[in-house]
């Protein structure tokens, strides 16, 4: 798209918000059900094009993405009209008579830019918060899962009219294009590196952001956890979607008493997880299956290794003996590498830990109630689980984000509702009683009273 129809077309969603017809909560909670009437009539299309780009299976494209989605919708169904309504608050009584409130209000027109490796699920649900909060969307999601990109933007022209939701597809140039107007939100998903660029741009116009962004997400198992559990469940975490999860473990830390039966487990759990590799999936394309491949040391290969050049996948692969110098370790992984390293102490692994860029999510598998505290207290990460993985950001009741590089704000449920909202702040005074108090001339009996009520 040319850059002066992106532009025309922004100024129409800014005309169509000022109508004020998304303010309107019966409005939004029609355009909702109409997306999700949608969704639903279009289910196999949607999981075709997620294996198309990614190699989803159907049960994974439910799992993950489409039955996720679905769960946003609902509880916005349910919730929107509470979350919209103005909500009272204790009044002070150097402000009597009056009442005072919060009032959420959506900001105008607000920008999704959207990663690849989760297509649908990363473009829909903060969509649908957005939706869900009054605003105008422009959707943008990515050039590097063209199949699914164009079923989001087939899906959304059939729901909405332009000036209300609106799609834009390209790469850089139209990115660029997006991030020099001047919109009133922009919620981006993707790599530290364009979330830089993207808060850089949106300083320009002052536009706050939430950016959900990535890095080494730890996974720790100490002496006491159940191996063959941990096992089961970093496996999965691990090799779900061939590690292309903003929030996998990117690396496995394992106290060196337990390394072994632990490695022996993963291995047993990988070849029952993965004997079948009907369901496996893809590397999404040819740059990123190269770079995969520069991080696998063959000679730290303890299980896996195996690369299939014609269908684009790397098997399961566990590298043992690794350091924080080796390459792995030097950046997110996102791909179906686990790299192990060891520890003796809980405190050392810790220590290991803060010294680097704070991680999106943490996984400790433990039966230690001072252990789980200990953690939970000290690593900065945005979220993550104790004896699990992933399933923390598949919980609407509980917001998902970063924290310093792996991110800033959060949504899903309640708090994606916020995120897509002002709240506005209002003390409506009533006028049949003036307090004089406040007003000059100050006489020390007002100074008195003023104290008295303020205490």
């Known amino acids: 798209m040319e850059i002066q129809e992106i532009h025309t077309l922004i100024q129409r969603q800014r005309e169509y918000f000022a109508s004020a017809a998304t303010l309107d909560v019966s409005h939004r909670l029609q355009a909702l059900k109409k997306l999700k009437e949608a969704i639903i009539r279009r289910q196999q299309e949607i999981h075709d094009a997620l294996y198309m780009d990614l190699g989803k299976s159907a049960v994974e494209g439910y799992m993950s993405e489409t039955g996720m989605v679905l769960s946003e919708l609902n509880y916005m169904l349910r919730h ?46 903060p969509l649908i918060d957005a939706l869900a909060a009054g605003n105008c969307v422009c959707v943008k999601p990515s050039a590097y899962s063209p199949a699914t990109s164009r079923i989001i933007e087939s899906l959304i022209h059939e729901v909405f009219e332009a000036e209300y939701v609106s799609v834009i597809q390209g ?72 590690g292309q999860t903003c929030v996998a473990p990117d690396y496995l830390y394992v106290q060196q008493s337990v390394k072994q039966p632990l490695l022996e487990a993963i ?24 770079r995969l491949q520069k991080l696998i040391d063959p000679d730290k290969v303890v299980y896996g290794g195996q690369i299939l050049e014609s269908t684009r996948q790397i098997l399961p692969t566990v590298m043992d003996q690794v350091s924080w110098e080796d390459p792995v370790m030097q950046e997110e992984i996102f791909g179906p590498i686990l790299p192990v390293l060891t520890y003796e102490n809980l405190q050392d692994c810790l220590d290991q830990i803060r010294l680097r860029p704070s991680p999106l999510a943490l996984y400790f598998f433990s039966r230690r109630k001072d252990a789980i505290r200990k953690v939970q207290r000290e690593a900065a990460y945005g979220g993550g689980c104790i004896n699990d993985t992933i399933i923390h950001l598949a919980t609407t009741a509980m917001p998902f984000g970063g924290v310093g590089n792996s991110g800033m704000g959060g949504y899903h449920g309640k708090v994606g509702f916020e995120t897509f909202s002002h709240i506005k702040s209002i003390v409506d005074k009533k006028t049949w009683l003036d307090l004089p108090i406040r007003y000059q001339p100050y006489t020390p009996l007002k100074d008195k009273l003023i104290r008295m009520f303020m205490r």
């Not at 204790?90 to 009597?96: C, E, Y």
């Not at 291995?267 to 190269?290: T, V």
């Open 80 to 125: 929107t009209r509470r979350l919209a309504a103005r909500k009272t608050v204790w009044t002070p009584l150097a402000q009597f008579p009056s009442h005072s409130y919060r009032l959420p209000c959506p900001y105008g027109v607000v920008l999704v830019m959207s990663p690849w490796n989760y297509p649908f699920m990363l473009t829909m649900e």
């Open 267 to 290: 291995g047993r759990e990988i070849h029952r997880q993965f004997a079948d590799l009907s369901h496996y999936g893809k590397i999404i394309n040819d740059k990123h299956f190269q």
């Open 171 to 242: 790469g850089r140039q139209e990115n660029q294009a997006l991030l020099d107007e001047p919109f009133d939100y922009i919620f981006f998903t993707g790599s530290c590196a364009v979330g830089h660029e993207v808060m850089r741009k949106a300083s320009v116009h002052l536009t706050p952001v939430t950016l959900e962004l990535g890095g080494k997400s730890p996974c720790i198992v100490d002496e006491s956890a159940d191996l063959d559990v941990a096992a089961r469940r970093i496996v999965f975490g691990k090799f779900l979607n061939l």
